[in-house]
């Protein structure tokens, strides 16, 4: 199991006990606000279990059948931990509404607002570090897996503060509205992990600030060769893959061509962590003359 997959073991621990606080935080209070809550506990059970599995597909090697990995596996769990999370939000529009028409007396609200307290923390503390080790690792399930925990404490403490403002105030309709709310702002959050997931599985490029930095690394290693062009670039859970053509003088020898490939190639492993490139290398009346010219290459 590597690094990964403990995290992703760990978030579903982490999620089976903050789903127990949140369901007895519903049970002690009978708010749909709360109940809506440990609704969307439920999926992060769901979420966790799904980026678990995809993260150990995902750590396959390549073979015959899958020669560039299986990487990709991660964008999938992603797309489906955003379908779930929008599932929870219809079921928490059913919930609302059902407060809605028939308003429910709030009970016990002080004790279900600190255990939920409690589960929100610890669902806070485990979303930064997922957060962190996502970045580190340059896995899209454990980046989906953070932030959807993160929606979730930013819902969970609109959600106590409103159940505290409804008892306060004495306007119970509140506890409807403030579920409808937090069904709307999940609907919202899993239509955007989709659309980011997505991108990842249309084979979406880098971000521009890497492509321009892989130009820079790309001039600065090529000295010897006239031009590089035609780059594409995309990504594929923590791998960018990288190619383009690289010209050289006609006279060069392929050992000479080979060498300029090998300090390129290593100039951008040591920049960018789990770059994989492929080079094809052309003569010089290949060249196209476009871009700038940096230490004696044109990009």
Not at 142 to 170: E, F, N, P
């Amino acid at each position: 199991m590597n690094k990964a997959e403990h995290y992703a073991a760990g978030s579903l621990a982490v999620g089976c006990a903050v789903l127990g606080m949140k369901t007895l935080a519903w049970r002690l209070t009978g708010s749909a606000a709360l109940y809506s809550d440990a609704l969307e506990s439920i999926v992060n059970v769901a979420a966790s279990l799904i980026a678990w599995a995809a993260l150990r597909f995902a750590a396959r090697p390549a073979d015959e059948s899958h020669p560039y990995g299986h990487d990709k596996a991660e964008f999938f769990s992603a797309v489906i931990e955003g379908v779930l999370i929008i599932l929870a939000a219809l079921l928490i529009f059913n919930e609302a509404w059902l407060a809605w028409v028939q308003p429910r007396h709030l009970s016990l609200p002080v004790i279900g607002i600190l255990v939920n307290a409690v589960a929100t923390a610890l669902n806070g503390g485990w979303s930064c570090i997922l957060l962190r080790v996502s970045r580190r690792l340059r896995s899209p399930a454990l980046q989906a897996d953070g932030r959807h925990l993160l929606a979730d404490v930013v819902t969970s403490a609109g959600i106590a503060i409103g159940v505290a403002l409804a008892v306060l105030t004495g306007w119970i309709a509140l506890d409807a509205l403030l579920a409808a709310a937090t069904g709307i702002y999940v609907l919202w959050s899993g239509t955007v992990m989709i659309r980011g997931s997505v991108g990842g599985l249309m084979d979406a490029a880098p971000e521009p600030a890497v492509v321009e930095r892989i130009r820079t690394v790309v001039a600065e290693a090529g000295t010897g060769a006239i031009e590089a062009h035609d780059f594409r670039s995309r990504h594929a859970g923590r791998h960018t893959f990288l190619q383009f053509h690289l010209v050289v003088p006609g006279a060069m020898s392929v050992a000479d061509a080979h060498a300029i490939c090998d300090r390129i190639e290593a100039a951008l492993k040591a920049d960018i962590p789990h770059v994989l490139v492929t080079i094809h290398v052309e003569p010089e009346e290949k060249a196209k003359h476009v871009g700038h010219e940096v230490q004696k290459i044109t990009v």
